[in-house]
Structures are given as C-alpha cells and as structure tokens.
C-alpha cells in the first residue's frame, strides 16, 4: 500500500483528491492538511511514501515546505500539486529535487504519477515539460564541452527516458549496482543533485 499525505489549502480539494486516490485500493491517504507547516510535521511524523502538495498555500508556499522535507531527507519523494504553471516555480522545483510538477486541471494523471514515482521515475506534467528548454536556457549554463564515454552517454539516454536503475540494468545488461555506479558518476560530472536534472541535461546538450 502506498501511503500518500495530501496538502492543500482548499478543504474541498484536498477531501476530493483523498477520495480519488483511495478508490485504487493500492493508495491509502493517512493524512490531509492545508498548509506548508502541516506539510513537513505530517512528513516528519508518519514519514509517507509520497507527498502530494499545492503551492500557493497562504503565506508558506509548497515550495518552501517541499525545501524543509528534502533538507532533513533528501529521499523524500514530492509531486507539486498547482493550477500554476508558472517558469519561475518549476525552475524552483527542479532546482531543490521534488519528483514531480503537475498541472491540477489534469487529475486523471495523478496516480500514475504516484506509480511512476514509486518506482523510481520523475514526472512533469505536459504543460511543465513545454516550458523545459525556455527555463534551463535561463537557470543553468551547462557546457556542452563535457566529454561522456560511451557507457555514460547510453545510460544517461536511459535516463532520459524515464527508465528505472532496474530497467536500465536489463536493457544494458548490467548490475543494478553498476548502474548505479554510473549514475553517481555522472550527476558529478554534469554537477546537478538528481535524475530529473540529468534528463533534462541530455535533452538540452545531446538530443537536439
């Protein structure tokens, strides 16, 4: 059972959201709050799989909550929860490690996105990953100079495309250790914090 804590400040939404996730029978919600303290005591309490959150929430914004839960536990798995599609805040999301930014209106992607994340993958809604390549011409200034061998370059291209160490591993016929060990090597060599910035490298520097 995959335990999710819901944040919102709307009562009606975040009532509504619990109701659709536990309908799966494979999501339990152990918690519901309305704000971005609420947010990291419940992650700090009951430490849940996943936390599906708003930003714009009153003074304290999902962002600011989302930095407090992976500055303590850099493994906690975030989804963004917004109306907003704003470049400022998913240039923000992406920049502190949340594994996800999805648009509200589209609630049908919602528990894959939480599947997806469980099993080890980022996800970005449709309207988010449009605005990508505007963003990180503005928050980052990668060097295209960086020189991959081979086996970096195919696991990297893997990553990209949303696979898991293990289903990278199978296509490549390797270890899920040695993959990982790849992966170590190559958020130092690219100098970003998490698989996402990594995908994101590949697609701005080598799939042009």
């Not at 995959?2 to 919600?29: W, Y």
């Not at 929430?57 to 798995?77: C, F, H, V």
Request: glycine share 4%; proline share 2%; net charge negative.
């Amino acid at each position: 059972m995959i335990r999710v804590v819901v944040i919102d400040d709307d009562r009606l939404v975040t009532e509504s959201l619990k109701t659709i996730l536990e309908s799966t029978q494979e999501i339990e919600v152990p918690k519901t709050g309305h704000s971005a303290e609420e947010a990291v005591c419940f992650y700090q309490e009951i430490q849940p799989d996943v936390v599906l959150m708003d930003i714009r929430m009153g003074e304290k914004t999902g962002i600011d909550a989302a930095k407090l839960i992976l500055n303590a536990d850099p493994q906690a798995k975030i989804l963004l929860l917004t109306t907003f599609s704003d470049e400022e805040y998913i240039s923000e999301a992406l920049q502190i490690g949340v594994k996800g930014y999805l648009i509200k209106q589209n609630l049908a992607t919602i528990v894959p996105a939480i599947q997806a994340v469980m099993s080890g993958q980022s996800v970005f809604g449709t309207e988010v990953v449009g605005k990508l390549s505007a963003i990180l011409k503005e928050t980052s200034e990668r060097k295209s100079s960086i020189e991959l061998t081979d086996r970096e370059e195919d696991i990297l291209i893997q990553i990209a495309n949303g696979r898991n160490n293990k289903e990278i591993a199978q296509m490549l016929f390797l270890s899920e250790g040695t993959v990982r060990n790849y992966i170590s090597q190559l958020l130092d060599k690219v100098a970003v914090r998490d698989r996402t910035q990594l995908a994101i490298f590949y697609y701005r520097e080598y799939k042009k």
